[in-house]
């Protein structure tokens, strides 16, 4: 179970906190977020995990933020509203991907945003939905762009990217494993920001309960039904936790297989499941597609909990030395055998060397600023070209 090296995998990523952002003016950053679900605890997935802290973040640093999300996520946030409620509470996905209704609910919503952005003065923005209207419109306008990929490229997205190459769209991978899916040769725009953890949030737990604990979206992608194989062929407890996404599937493979050392939880959030992860002796992960990042396992790493995983994705990338991969039930369950001796303390500094906050947010401010960069130099040359 040896785990290859990735660039940066052995070097010291964190910024110095005494220095500032190398000099440079605060900046005026529009943040947009998908719609399905609201930008707010308990989180439903890792996109919506990720694009709270990333705000947070951003403000901490000192920069301008205004989040674009729907008008139910997280008060606390600088939130503008454009749609009043998230598309799975009026449209749900599952009934309504693909249609009419939908697609005209999100054109308005982003339509919307982009006449915000517009007039609001944004030196950037940074794109963190799926919709591929705004790679378009950021072309058409010389608006500079970053858009975070947090899933492997699909038709809609995967042409609006390759089709709207700009020297001002940006576009960052959450893994450099993630990034390989995109591009087999990354231009010059494309680059790797791995997704920061708050490690005051995640705090470290020096000793684990003796159970495993899996975390996230109950559906079919995510394998929960896997991780409760594995467990039972480990002998070991499991605690499941997160919202059912999928209720066939919870239905037909993942309630006949709960009992009593092998429990459902709910959906948590906030105190109580960092508690929840953080107390456990194991994470297992057990992602059914190529997983772009993996975001519960490093917050289980900063809470000292080592993972066992099956090998898809970027999950060797996360994981590193702090964990054990494994391509099936039965090999997973060998898996955690393993996992459980990795001392908790190294599963820490991996995710404070490698995936801080800190860490993210400097590696998307470099980002801006080649974006940036790229539309003044755009802009130079256009003029250039008409006075010529």
């Not at 500079?144 to 490229?153: D, E, F, G, K």
Request: charged fraction near 15%; include cysteine.
């Amino acid at each position: 179970m040896t785990i290859r090296d990735f660039p940066g995998d052995d070097a010291d990523t964190r910024p110095d906190p005494t220095r500032s952002r190398d000099g440079a003016a605060p900046l005026r950053i529009a943040v947009v977020a998908h719609l399905r679900h609201p930008i707010a605890m308990p989180f439903m997935g890792g996109m919506e995990a990720h694009c709270h802290q990333l705000v947070g973040a951003l403000v901490e640093r000192g920069h301008d933020v205004t989040l674009f999300a729907s008008g139910d996520s997280d008060p606390a946030l600088p939130l503008h509203a454009i749609a009043e409620r998230h598309y799975e509470a009026v449209l749900p996905w599952a009934q309504w991907h693909g249609t009419p209704e939908l697609t005209a609910f999100q054109d308005a919503a982003f339509g919307r945003t982009w006449d915000a952005i517009a007039t609001g003065g944004f030196d950037i923005v940074h794109n963190n939905t799926m919709h591929p209207v705004l790679h378009v419109l950021a072309q058409r306008d010389r608006t500079p762009m970053v858009t975070s990929l947090h899933v492997p490229p699909f038709a809609g997205l995967a042409n609006a990217v390759a089709g709207t190459s700009a020297a001002w769209l940006h576009q960052t991978a959450t893994s450099y494993a993630h990034l390989a899916t995109w591009w087999t040769t990354p231009p010059p725009t494309a680059s790797v920001v791995h997704n920061g953890i708050d490690t005051a949030l995640w705090r470290f737990h020096a000793t684990g309960n003796g159970r495993a604990v899996w975390a996230g979206r109950i559906t079919p992608n995510k394998g929960t039904a896997v991780a409760l194989d594995a467990a039972r062929l480990a002998g070991i407890a499991l605690d499941v936790i997160g919202p059912i996404d999928c209720m066939d599937y919870f239905t037909d493979h993942v309630a006949p297989r709960l009992d009593q050392t092998r429990v459902y939880h709910g959906h948590l959030g906030g105190a109580v499941l960092v508690d929840a992860i953080g107390g456990a002796s194991v994470l297992l992960s057990t992602p059914m597609w190529d997983e772009p990042f993996g975001l519960i396992a490093a917050e289980a790493l900063a809470c000292g909990v080592p993972v066992a995983a099956l090998d898809r994705g970027a999950m060797r990338e996360v994981i590193g030395a702090c964990g054990a991969l494994a391509s099936d039930a039965a090999s997973l369950a060998t898996a955690i055998a393993v996992a459980v001796t990795i001392p908790r303390e190294a599963c820490r500094e991996r995710v404070e060397r490698l995936f801080s906050l800190a860490s993210m947010v400097a590696g998307y401010e470099r980002a801006y600023a080649s974006a940036i960069a790229g539309s003044r130099i755009s802009s130079c040359a256009s003029t250039t070209d008409v006075l010529a």
